[in-house]
Structure formats: C-alpha cells, structure tokens
T-cell receptor, first 114, second 118 residues
Framework: AQSVTQPDIHITVSEGASLELRCNYSYGATPYLFWYVQSPGQGLQLLLKYFSGDTLVQGIKGFEAEFKRSQSSFNLRKPSVHWSDAAEYFCAVGAGAGGFKTIFGAGTRLFVKA | DTAVSQTPKYLVTQMGNDKSIKCEQNLGHDTMYWYKQDSKKFLKIMFSYNNKELIINETVPNRFSPKSPDKAHLNLHINSLELGDSAVYFC?????????????????FGPGTRLTVL
C-alpha cells in the first residue's frame, strides 16, 4: 500500500538558517509528489509538485525539493528561513492505480526562532 | 473570487444533533474531496467525488453522508453527532489527470470548518 513518512514531527530553526524537511514515500510506480503548507487556522496550500522531468523542482516562497528515486525521497529545502515560514508542512503522494487518492504524511511542524 | 469556499467556518453543536457543511469550488475542477483533520493535524480522506460520482468512500461511519448536486458543490451531512466527530473538516478540489491511474493534480483546499461537539 502507498504511504508517506515524515520522520520529524517538529523542527526548530533560527531565522536565516537553512531548512530541510524530510519525506519518504512508498509507491510502486512513478509517483506524483507534492509539498503543501498549512498556516495556523488555514487550509493547505501547494508549495511545489513533481510529476516528471527535472528532479529538482522550484516552488513558491523560495522553496525547492529534490526527487530521489533510489532513496524514495522528496525532501523540501529552503536556503534561508523567514519567521513567516513557521507552519505545518505536509508531503503527499498522488496514489494512482485507480485509487484517486492523495496520501498525506503526518506533517512536520516548523518553528522559527529569532 | 474565492477558489474553494466552505460554510460555516465554525460549528458548535450538541451531541445527537444533525448538521451540514457546504462546499463550493469555482475552479472548474471535476473532483472534490472531504478530509477530516484531527487535533494532531493528521489529514484523513473521507470521501471523493468525480463528476458527481462517488469514487472514494473510506471507512467512515454511515452517519456521514456526502451529496454532490453538481460538479461545483460537495456537501457533507452528519447525523447523530458524537464527541469524536469534533475536528476540522476540509473540502478540496482538483482536476483528474489520468483516469486510468486515478491520478489527480494539485488539490485546492477550503479554509476548513471547525466542528465542536459538546
């Protein structure tokens, strides 16, 4: 069965420091991969997605993610974190094979300290 | 110009009551979803409709009944509310990319409905 694992429940980084959020997936075929962000009291918003092609994808707000098939990973990165990046981040895989589902990871809460 | 809207934003009610949450999208998408997010932020799919046809029906109590009058609307009716139903419910929509693989593009989420059952 398809699954998504985000190993870190929460991460704290200093403002201006770099960030990497980890995501591992389990899926038999080529996955559709997504990163979403949820600010407090809001719905989820897409940061970036990977369907095919260049394995390094750029997203909004200066985020990028790299698809590594050999490691079944799709880690999210940002070179310099801003206080406004504090939020919950969800990795997701579009689980096809007729499933029509998008499977979400449990989320990683990002705290940014001044 | 809201893409996915839900009403109400907050819903406080007594156990045993029946309530509905409405969702509308103006993105022209063909697929709509209901998710339940618990207090630990875990997001669980409940239902999905594609062109008004039910395509995902997870293990959800039959007290929950979705209704899709047209492609742009997906409402959620809940009967005999229980304490454990308290959560944030999100509506979302997306466009199907490949029907043979059941793969959909980006999901656009509504702002959520916070349901509190007393």
């Amino acid at each position: 069965a398809q699954s998504v694992t985000q190993p870190d429940i929460h991460i704290t980084v200093s403002e201006g420091a770099s960030l990497e959020l980890r995501c591992n997936y389990s899926y038999g075929a080529t996955p559709y991969l997504f990163w979403y962000v949820q600010s407090p009291g809001q719905g989820l918003q897409l940061l970036l997605k990977y369907f095919s092609g260049d394995t390094l994808v750029q997203g909004i707000k200066g985020f990028e993610a790299e698809f590594k098939r050999s490691q079944s990973s799709f880690n999210l990165r940002k070179p310099s974190v801003h206080w406004s990046d504090a939020a919950e981040y969800f990795c997701a895989v579009g689980a096809g094979a007729g499933g029509f589902k998008t499977i979400f990871g449990a989320g990683t809460r990002l705290f940014v300290k001044a | 110009d809201t893409a996915v809207s839900q009403t109400p934003k907050y819903l406080v009610t007594q156990m045993g009551n029946d309530k509905s949450i409405k969702c509308e999208q103006n993105l022209g998408h063909d697929t709509m979803y209901w998710y339940k997010q618990d207090s630990k932020k875990f997001l669980k799919i409940m239902f999905s409709y594609n062109n008004k046809e039910l395509i995902i029906n997870e293990t959800v109590p039959n007290r929950f009944s979705p209704k899709s009058p047209d492609k742009a609307h997906l409402n959620l009716h809940i009967n005999s509310l229980e304490l454990g139903d308290s959560a944030v419910y999100f509506c979302a929509s997306s466009q199907l990319i490949r029907r043979d693989r059941g793969s959909t593009d980006t999901q656009y989420f509504g702002p959520g409905t916070r349901l509190t059952v007393l």
